[in-house]
């Protein structure tokens, strides 16, 4: 039977926190769910930690909950022994004894820009296969500012931007020195710190009209992130989140989730940033913030998965991944974000993007964590070794985008590997 090893960051308890958080950690909370219906994420929320409107930090917020981790380590047994280890400090030793065929890494780190490279880098140096992008990619997509410069280079549609280090960086966009228009209210910019996501020091005063907006909240948010800030034309259109599975040319979008900005109060800005995911979407009235598959005519479903997938490739993405879009003034799809460590919330009131997307394609769960690892094991090569209790579960009635059934990806040994 196929060893897999599970690589995975644990919430804390709140009662933890104070312990465990370092002085210089950074966090990216790239997907929490839009109602916050998970216990362990609402407790965070009401500790010292949580983000605030004024930038502050939770930075354990991407990090899951026991019931994800249940549900992922439910999800991978059919397909072999799960060894779970826990990305802690322990890691590389726990790693080096079990020596897994293949680690199955949903794993964020805590600290520094190459945090959600840690795991897949120890991996490479034991020489042990795991699921996903490399660490090249996992440190590239976290820094925006790169993301976008690469994707420039290769012709993928990106909005304007600058980079601001200091605050006479920020003087200079104010002052029309860079590539950027001079922030109005007809030119508006939207700014947000290079290495964090998109619930971190992103709330309504991100969206920039005036040069003395642009100092007061980039000055705040330099000060308080301790890191560069993308500043970048503001996207006026409509945003979606696609989700990806697949290498290569083989590589299928999900069906496109909408984010409904029509639900958010009147006179907010359209965005779903902290307001629309900590304030206002609430359990006892949560935001219909989501909608998939979104309603978009055949024409722009077709752009939008050819942008996703150009930059799913040229970053080097693998496997799986969450790719976000937002239409520019002239509805043309521009990338705004790749995140090739998506969130997987199990629970469906959680509103998990990729979840969401896997079913809406008619995948259950349990059968888009079972993808990502086969598409794992196809492309490195490793035998996956189906038990006869699993091939029911894989059978004909269970398949992925391009109509195949699950289990003919997976190859299947009559020995037991490891």
């Known amino acids: 039977m196929t060893r897999i090893g599970f690589a995975y960051n644990q919430k804390p308890a709140v009662s933890e926190t104070s312990e465990l958080e370092p ?63 826990e990305a802690d400090d322990d890691f590389p030793a726990k790693l080096r004894a079990a020596r897994p065929d293949i680690v199955f890494n949903i794993a964020e780190g805590l600290t520094g820009v190459n945090r959600e490279g840690h795991v897949p880098a120890i991996c490479e140096f034991f020489g042990i296969p795991y699921s996903g992008s490399d660490p090249f990619t996992l440190s590239l997509c976290l820094d925006k500012a790169r993301t976008k410069e690469t994707l420039a280079f290769h012709g993928v549609p990106i909005a304007p931007f600058a980079v601001a280090t200091t605050v006479e960086d920020l003087r200079a966009i104010a002052r029309g020195e860079t590539r950027l228009l001079v922030p109005s209210a007809r030119t508006p910019l939207f700014i947000k710190p ?27 948010l330099l000060e308080t992130y301790r890191q560069p800030l993308l500043a970048e034309t ?124 896997a079913r809406a394609a008619g995948l259950s769960y349990d059968e888009l964590i079972q993808s990502c690892l086969v598409h794992a094991a196809t492309r490195l090569g490793v035998e996956v070794v189906i038990p006869s209790e699993a091939r029911d579960l894989l059978s004909d009635g269970h398949r992925d985008l391009n109509n195949r059934p699950l289990a003919s990806l997976v190859v299947e040994s009559s020995r037991a590997v490891g």
């Not at 902290?274 to 949560?286: G, L």
Request: hydrophobic fraction near 40%; include cysteine.
């Open 23 to 85: 002085s210089d950690s950074r966090r990216d909370d790239e997907e929490p769910p839009s109602t916050r219906r998970d216990l362990s994420s609402r407790n965070l929320l009401s500790s010292p930690s949580a983000p605030t409107p004024d930038g502050s930090l939770d930075h354990f917020a991407e990090w899951d909950a026991p019931e994800t981790i249940d549900a992922v380590a439910n999800a991978l047994a059919p397909l072999g022994k799960v060894i779970r280890l």
């Open 194 to 220: 290079v290495h964090e996501g998109s619930s971190k020091g992103i709330t309504e005063r991100n969206y920039i009209t005036s040069a003395k907006a642009l100092l007061e909240t980039g000055s705040m």
């Open 234 to 357: 503001f996207l006026p259109g409509a945003e979606f989140t696609c989700g990806v599975l697949g290498n290569g040319w083989d590589a299928v979008v999900l069906p496109i989730v909408a984010i409904n900005f029509g639900s958010l109060p009147d006179e907010a800005v359209p965005i779903y940033g902290f307001e629309a995911k900590w304030i206002w979407d609430r359990p006892e009235n949560p935001l219909d913030i989501f909608e998939c598959p979104a309603r978009i005519p055949d024409a722009l479903r077709a752009q939008i998965e050819d942008v996703v997938l150009r930059a799913y490739r040229v970053l080097g993405c693998r496997d799986w991944s969450r790719v976000d879009v937002r239409l520019d003034a002239a509805g043309v799809p521009n990338l705004v974000e790749v995140n090739p460590l998506p969130g997987i919330l199990p629970d469906p009131a959680d509103n998990s993007c990729l979840p969401k997307a």
